[in-house]
Structure formats: structure tokens, C-alpha cells
């Protein structure tokens, strides 16, 4: 059982998509399945589970994509970190680029940001 979540049913504070190491992880249609199965769960139990898509988000319009999904379907109590996450290792890099692009104007040559 989960201290979080007392009573819930299978013992799991979150699911998530993949590990993140196959050819194919998280996608959209799989994690709108998932997400509503959340809902579902949420709307059974009164338990609610979080939800973590994991590989292939490498954009930050990647991450974006999520978080319409979950703000439209679950709403905005799970676009808090205790109910969603992004399994997204690459993904920094772009959110950095995006940021630096936002306040100078340009784009991030490679040596502007070292953990590019």
C-alpha cells in the first residue's frame, strides 16, 4: 500500500509509459489510453495515480504535447510533480536552447551552452 495513496488497489504511486531503453516508447495514443485509465482509476477508487511518459520526448514542443494531454484529461492537479513527471533525459538540452533563443534572440551555438 502506498502511504500517498492509502488503499489504492495494485500498491503504485505512479505508471509510466517505458523504461525508456526500447525502439519505441512513450506515444501519444498509448499515453491517452493510459491517462484516461488514471482517470478512470481516480473516478472508481477516489485514488489518484500519476502518470509518467518516459522516451522519445526530446523537444520541448515534446513536452508540451504532454502536458495539454493531462491538463485536458486529468486537469490541473496533475501537472504537479507529485502526479506527472517526463521521463526525458535529452529533453534539457532543447528546454535550454529554447530558453537562451527566448532572451538573446538566437539560438545556442554548441559552445554556448556546455551541456549541449
Excluded at 502518470?51 to 520526448?57: M, R
Amino acid at each position: 500500500m502506498s502511504a500517498r495513496n492509502p488503499g489504492t488497489e495494485l500498491g503504485s504511486d505512479f505508471i509510466k509509459t517505458s523504461t525508456g531503453k526500447e525502439a519505441v516508447n512513450a506515444t501519444l495514443p498509448v499515453g491517452i489510453v493510459m491517462v484516461r485509465a488514471v482517470r478512470d482509476f481516480y473516478w472508481k477508487t477516489g485514488n489518484k495515480v500519476g502518470f509518467k511518459p518516459a522516451g522519445g520526448i526530446r523537444s520541448a514542443k515534446d513536452a508540451l504535447t504532454w502536458l495539454v494531454l493531462m491538463k485536458e484529461e486529468l486537469g490541473d492537479e496533475w501537472l504537479k510533480p507529485d502526479l506527472f513527471r517526463l521521463g526525458a533525459s535529452t529533453l534539457l538540452s532543447d528546454i535550454e536552447r529554447q530558453i537562451y533563443h527566448h532572451v538573446t534572440g538566437r539560438y545556442a551555438a554548441y559552445h554556448d551552452l556546455p551541456m549541449a
